[in-house]
């Protein structure tokens, strides 16, 4: 293998700039395929390691050759991205007790010369997975394609990186009319847009106790669940289940009707039969979206089931991030570069933050985060075009997904209960920095005057020949020290000269053509330490949640509910960078018989101050269900300096 080097702009030599190229990169499971047109002169064979540079130097590709076809003057090579390797190689084997990212990680070292990196843990284990005739390529598309959200790219150091789409943030951005071209309206996918999300989990074995009382006379009693066990008793003793083939028993059990019958009435008495069970109840939650994208889109109902959430907090995990997504429309577009950007920033599957001012989402400029889906790059004539677009589902909490996939578990929806009521709600706050300087003090002294210093115990005073200054305490000084004092103090409106001579004053004002200082700016050091300031403030002081049966609109100026019906401790509550997340729960216990339309955030549980009021979509709380609420404040901070 002979290491080989070729050119967008000006080769080395005569014949190593390329004359067309056209390389994709995408985040589906393909290997990227560089195929490039070259003077024929270009020394070349098959198996030979190609770097490709563009025209500043900088290395768009490596890889491997693997075709190459004669032209006239010219020769055609097909170029493969390093993890060809992986499809070249037959893997007989069996795979016992082992995570699917260790799993991926064995082929890659074990089958290729690369090595492997991932900071993915999925906490999964595949009891087996058994190879007959499969590449090794094969094995890693199919444990991919049970990872949801979860692509790969091979840099130019042959390192295999499996990570999840979007987990990872390019350093470069993208600006239209600046270093890219966004022509095009970006295209609105409605196909999945849900904001009203019924959400339907897994099974959940759940105990109940019934009591009947007995007549003497009535032998059949009528169970409010489907039981999977149960043990019945009469007046405290245990009674027998009669089942085919014996030869007696106290009683049978109609599951279709859900009815023990006794062979025997039992006695007469108050709550003197006891039905212990266990039931199988299905989790499923309702939650809607924030009411500003409500009174936007309207209500867009949806109902999903996912078996593997097999808890409460878990659907509403999910359902939040479901309706965070598909809340409002996706969006995609293409970018097409027209400066040179580092290759390495452009994978596919990194998010890039686009800014374009031209092509509005919702009148609104564009100024978010996007997935990179895939990059074409074909040289010369048509440069470099990037697709992007709003994330998917596919990227959500992928692991809870992974060991479902990987067993092959079918999902089967039901007609479950609705057991939770659920809201999201959304604040937003802008906090802007100026820092416009007003004045500027500049101070001129006679030999052996004298002034305060920034302390107050001493201050500074010049030596009589004026070389500089010296520091003497307070008690060292008298107003005989003061010769002499000339101040001027300078500011946009004018200059004031100050003059002190034997305790006399004068202050006169003159203007001036230029100000020293004309304006400021907050570092992004100082906002980004002010931002997590507020943040950390919202921890400390948003310590209860209260819900109320009012309906008024939310001003600034409230000070309280419209009509609280009940407050408690929040139930959780984290941060991320610029946001900070406050969660309440309602179990089948709490403010029952009460419409929930208003949410507040105090920091008390009574006579608090309150931080922020949203109203919410209105709900009856009744003891057969539960409510959980999440309150997202989304922090940003903006130099106004830089408008």
Not at 573 to 602: K, P, Q, Y
């Amino acid at each position: 293998m002979t290491a080989r080097s070729v050119y967008d702009g000006a080769g080395v030599t005569d014949y190593d700039t390329i004359i067309n190229s056209e390389l994709t990169r995408n985040t589906d499971f393909e290997i990227d395929v560089l195929n490039l047109e070259l003077y024929k002169d270009f020394p070349v064979v098959n198996g030979d390691e190609l770097t490709y540079y563009d025209e500043d130097l900088n290395i768009i590709f490596k890889g491997i050759v693997k075709t190459i076809s004669p032209g006239k003057g010219t020769k055609q090579l097909i170029v493969y991205s390093f993890e060809q390797e992986l499809q070249e190689t037959i893997v007989e084997d069996t795979f016992t007790n082992i995570s699917p990212e260790s799993l991926i990680e064995t082929i890659v070292t074990t089958y290729s010369t690369l090595t492997f990196s991932t900071s993915i843990s999925t906490g999964v284990t595949i009891a087996e997975y058994t190879s007959k005739n499969k590449t090794a390529w094969e094995i890693i598309s199919d444990i991919m394609e049970r990872m949801p959200g979860v692509t790969y790219y091979v840099n130019t150091s042959k390192v295999f990186t499996l990570f999840t789409k979007g987990s990872i943030t390019a350093s470069i951005s993208l600006t239209n009319y600046s270093n890219c071209i966004i022509e095009e309206e970006w295209q609105q996918d409605t196909s999945n847009q849900t904001t009203s999300l019924k959400l339907v989990g897994n099974k959940q074995v759940t105990p109940k106790t019934e009591l009947f009382s007995g007549t003497g006379s009535q032998t059949e009693f009528t169970l409010a669940e489907i039981p999977v066990d149960m043990k019945v008793s009469v007046g405290g003793t245990e009674q027998t289940l009669e089942r085919e083939n014996t030869a007696s028993g106290d009683y049978t059990y109609s599951k279709d009707q859900k009815k023990i019958i006794f062979n025997s009435a039992p006695a007469s008495g108050t709550n003197n039969i006891e039905v212990v069970y266990n039931f199988e109840l299905n989790l499923k939650i309702e939650m809607d979206a924030a009411p500003s994208i409500i009174s936007t889109y309207g209500i867009i109902e949806n109902k999903i089931t996912k078996k593997f959430l097999n808890t409460y907090d878990e659907l509403n995990e999910y359902a939040t991030e479901y309706l965070d997504i598909y809340g409002n429309p996706l969006y995609s577009n293409s970018a097409f570069l027209t400066q040179t950007l580092d290759a390495q920033d452009l994978i596919p599957g990194y998010q890039i933050k686009v800014y374009d001012a031209e092509n509005l989402i919702n009148e609104a400029i564009v100024d978010k985060f996007f997935l990179i889906n895939s990059v074409k790059r074909n040289m010369p004539d048509e440069g470099v075009t990037i697709e992007l677009g709003d994330r998917n589902i596919g990227v959500i909490d992928f692991l809870k997904e992974v060991k479902t996939n990987l067993d092959q578990v079918k999902e089967e929806d039901d007609n479950a209960t609705i057991a939770m009521k659920s809201q999201n709600l959304t604040n937003t706050a802008i906090i802007e920095y100026d820092a416009d300087i007003t004045a500027i003090t500049k101070r001129t002294f006679d030999s052996d005057t004298w002034y305060w210093s920034e302390t107050s115990t001493s201050r500074n005073q010049w030596k009589e020949d004026g070389t500089g200054p010296v520091f003497r305490e307070s008690s060292g000084f008298t107003d005989t020290d003061v010769d002499g004092l000339e101040e001027e103090r300078v500011s946009e409106g004018g200059t004031e000269e100050r003059v002190t001579e034997g305790g006399s004053e004068i202050r006169t004002t003159e203007g001036f053509a230029t100000p020293l200082v004309t304006e400021g700016v907050v570092t992004n050091t100082f906002m980004i330490s002010g931002l997590t300031g507020w943040i950390t403030q919202l921890d400390t002081i948003a310590t209860h949640v209260a819900v109320g049966d009012d309906n008024t609109t939310p001003v600034v100026g409230d000070t309280a509910l419209g009509n609280e019906t009940y407050i408690e401790a929040r139930f959780r509550a984290f941060a991320n960078s610029n946001s900070f997340i406050i969660d309440l729960r309602l179990d089948t216990t709490e403010n029952n018989g009460n419409t929930i339309a208003e949410h507040g955030v105090f920091d008390a549980a009574s006579g608090g101050n309150l931080i922020s009021r949203d109203l919410t979509t209105a709900f009856n709380k009744t003891a057969s269900n539960e409510s959980f609420y999440r309150n997202t404040y989304n922090l940003t901070v903006t130099n106004t300096n830089l408008n």
